[in-house]
T-cell receptor
Framework: DAGVIQSPRHEVTEMGQEVTLRCKPI?????LFWYRQTMMRGLELLIY????????DSGMPEDRFSAKMPNASFSTLKIQPSEPRDSAVYFC???????????FGPGTRLTVT | GQQLNQSPQSMFIQEGEDVSMNCTSS?????WLWYKQDPGEGPVLLIA?????ELTSNGRLTAQFGITRKDSFLNISASIPSDVGIYFC??????????????FGSGTKLNVKP
C-alpha cells in the first residue's frame, strides 16, 4: 500500500520566491496534517484538515503561509514570499476515520537562501 | 500551548542494553503515540496507546500509558544498531478540547554502540 506521498523531497529557493509543497494522503484517510520540523522548535503542527475542511490553522506562522485541500487526495502548502527562516523539513501526515493514528510522509526539506 | 517533556534528550548505550524513555505533561491526555524517525525520513508510528494503564508491545518495544494519564513510557529491550534514531512521543488532549490535534515531545536521540 502506498503511504503518504510528498513532493518535492528537496526544494532550494531564493528569498522572496513562492514555494508550493504537495501532499497525497493515504487513500481512504479523511484527515490531513501539515507539520514543520526544525532543530530549535521540533515538530510543530501548522494546520489540519478534516474531510477537506481546514479545522485548526492556529499553527500557521503568518499570512505568508497558506494551505488548501481541494479534494480528498491532494493538499498543498504554499509560502509566498519565502524567507530564510522558513527553512525546515515540512511533513504531511494523514489519519483514517476510525483511528487517532497519524501516518507521516517522507517530508520536504526546504532551504531558502 | 501544551508542553510535553520528553527525557532523556539523548542516550548513548551499548548494543544489547535495555533502554527507557518517557514523556510527561501537566495535562491529561486521551491518547499517546510513539514514533521513531530515521535521518532524512518521516516519523514512523511504533505504538499507539488508548487507555490509562495500557501496556502494549511491538517486538522488542513496550510502551505504557501512565495511570495518571499525564505520562507515557517506552522501553526497548536488547537494543541493536538499527534502533538508532530519534524517538518521539505524541499526546492528544480529550476530544472536547482538541479533536485531532497531537502535541509532540522534543524527541530522544538514541545512539547504540555495536
Amino acid at each position: 500500500d502506498a503511504g503518504v506521498i510528498q513532493s518535492p523531497r528537496h526544494e532550494v529557493t531564493e528569498m522572496g520566491q513562492e514555494v508550493t509543497l504537495r501532499c497525497k494522503p493515504i487513500s481512504g484517510h479523511n484527515s490531513l496534517f501539515w507539520y514543520r520540523q526544525t532543530m530549535m522548535r521540533g515538530l510543530e503542527l501548522l494546520i489540519y484538515f478534516n474531510n477537506n475542511v481546514p479545522i485548526d490553522d492556529s499553527g500557521m506562522p503568518e499570512d505568508r503561509f497558506s494551505a488548501k485541500m481541494p479534494n480528498a487526495s491532494f493538499s498543498t502548502l504554499k509560502i509566498q514570499p519565502s524567507e530564510p527562516r522558513d527553512s525546515a523539513v515540512y511533513f504531511c501526515a494523514s489519519k483514517g476515520r476510525t483511528t487517532y493514528e497519524q501516518y507521516f510522509g517522507p517530508g520536504t526539506r526546504l532551504t531558502v537562501t | 500551548g501544551q508542553q510535553l517533556n520528553q527525557s532523556p534528550q539523548s542516550m548513548f548505550i551499548q548494543e544489547g542494553e535495555d533502554v527507557s524513555m518517557n514523556c510527561t505533561s501537566s495535562s491529561i491526555f486521551n491518547t499517546w503515540l510513539w514514533y521513531k524517525q530515521d535521518p532524512g525520513e518521516g516519523p514512523v508510528l511504533l505504538i499507539a496507546l488508548y487507555k490509562a494503564g495500557e501496556l502494549t508491545s511491538n517486538g522488542r518495544l513496550t510502551a505504557q500509558f501512565g495511570i495518571t494519564r499525564k505520562d507515557s513510557f517506552l522501553n526497548i529491550s536488547a537494543s541493536i544498531p538499527s534502533d538508532v534514531g530519534i524517538y518521539f512521543c505524541a499526546g492528544q488532549l480529550p476530544p472536547v478540547q482538541n479533536f485531532n490535534k497531537f502535541y509532540f515531545g522534543s524527541g530522544t536521540k538514541l545512539n547504540v554502540k555495536p
